[in-house]
């Protein structure tokens, strides 16, 4: 199974993304304030997770550059007052924590029952976000689940385009192929994936559920890592983190 491994999945088969696997066929994903549970246990093993935090001076400022030693890639936004808006990795945060000028480290989190109308599956009922989502239950083929306009949201595009029937709603009443349906049994497996940088991923709480046709392959090995706000001059090889194994 891909449980665990990082995995190249194409968006409808036009690019790929690598992400995650978190879940497989049968498993259900939850996320309770940032905590991803899979079948009601704690996520094991999630790689070099990333979060947004509120990082809290005394007011004097945190140079760029020591930003940079920690690892930090992602844009920092400031007010000038001493407070920083930064994604770190539980590394990062534990070498900011010593500067003798930062108060405090917050982190960033979505309360629950904030809807994000970008996410799957993109139903007012449905109101989760980032930080706060599910559950979700991972389809697996062969098995055959009720379907009715409370949870169709879900397995609507499965259905009519990764399993190529004819879907259609008229009132109350699902047609498939014609027929009226009130089950429906999976023809794939499919993945829930999520990448590390938990704040800034385009990643199944967007996409939905990957199927097992989608997944190209298992990424292994870093050969080229780019810094996006630098220029080659500027240093924009990250030469630390090349001809690496991905773990």
Same mark, same amino acid.
């Given at each position: 199974?891909?449980?665990?491994?990082?995995?190249?999945?194409?968006? %409808?088969?036009?690019?790929?993304?690598?992400?995650?696997?978190?879940?497989?066929?049968? %498993?259900?994903?939850?996320?309770?304030?940032?905590?991803?549970?899979?079948?009601?246990?704690?996520?094991?093993?999630?790689? *070099?997770?990333?979060?947004?935090?509120?990082?809290?001076? !005394?007011?004097?400022?945190?140079?760029?550059?020591?930003?940079?030693?920690?690892?930090?890639?992602?844009?920092?936004?400031?007010?000038?007052?001493?407070?920083?808006?930064?994604?770190?990795?539980?590394?990062?945060?534990?070498?900011?924590?010593?500067?003798?000028?930062?108060?405090?480290?917050?982190?960033?989190?979505?309360?629950?029952?904030? =809807?994000?109308?970008?996410?799957?599956?993109?139903?007012?009922?449905?109101? =989760?976000?980032? !930080?706060?989502?599910?559950?979700?239950?991972?389809?697996?083929?062969?098995?055959?689940?009720?379907?009715?306009?409370?949870?169709?949201?879900?397995? *609507?595009?499965?259905?009519?385009?990764?399993?190529?029937?004819?879907?259609?709603?008229?009132?109350?009443?699902?047609?498939?192929?014609?027929?009226?349906?009130?089950?429906?049994?999976?023809?794939? !497996?499919?993945?829930?994936?999520?990448?590390?940088?938990?704040?800034?991923?385009? %990643?199944?709480?967007?996409?939905?559920?990957?199927?097992?046709?989608?997944?190209?392959?298992?990424?292994?090995?870093? =050969?080229?890592?780019? %810094?996006?706000?630098?220029?080659?001059?500027?240093? *924009?090889?990250?030469?630390?983190?090349?001809?690496?194994?991905?773990?």
């Amino acid at each position: 199974e891909y449980f665990g491994d990082i995995i190249a999945r194409p968006v %409808d088969k036009r690019e790929n993304f690598i992400k995650r696997c978190i879940g497989i066929p049968g %498993d259900t994903i939850r996320i309770i304030d940032q905590k991803v549970f899979i079948n009601g246990k704690p996520e094991q093993n999630p790689g *070099k997770l990333q979060y947004k935090y509120l990082v809290k001076t !005394d007011g004097s400022a945190i140079n760029q550059k020591n930003f940079e030693k920690m690892d930090v890639t992602e844009p920092v936004a400031t007010d000038n007052n001493g407070t920083y808006e930064v994604t770190l990795s539980e590394e990062s945060k534990a070498a900011i924590q010593k500067f003798s000028n930062v108060v405090s480290i917050t982190p960033v989190i979505a309360s629950a029952g904030t =809807w994000d109308p970008n996410l799957f599956p993109y139903d007012s009922a449905f109101r =989760w976000n980032v !930080d706060n989502f599910g559950p979700v239950w991972v389809p697996k083929k062969g098995v055959t689940i009720p379907i009715n306009l409370t949870n169709i949201a879900f397995y *609507k595009r499965i259905i009519d385009v990764f399993e190529e029937n004819e879907l259609k709603i008229e009132g109350n009443t699902i047609y498939i192929n014609g027929k009226e349906a009130r089950e429906y049994t999976f023809k794939m !497996d499919y993945y829930w994936v999520m990448g590390d940088n938990r704040h800034n991923s385009a %990643d199944s709480r967007y996409w939905g559920f990957v199927p097992n046709d989608h997944i190209v392959g298992k990424a292994v090995f870093v =050969w080229l890592s780019l %810094d996006p706000k630098k220029s080659l001059i500027d240093g *924009k090889i990250r030469w630390s983190k090349l001809f690496r194994f991905v773990k």
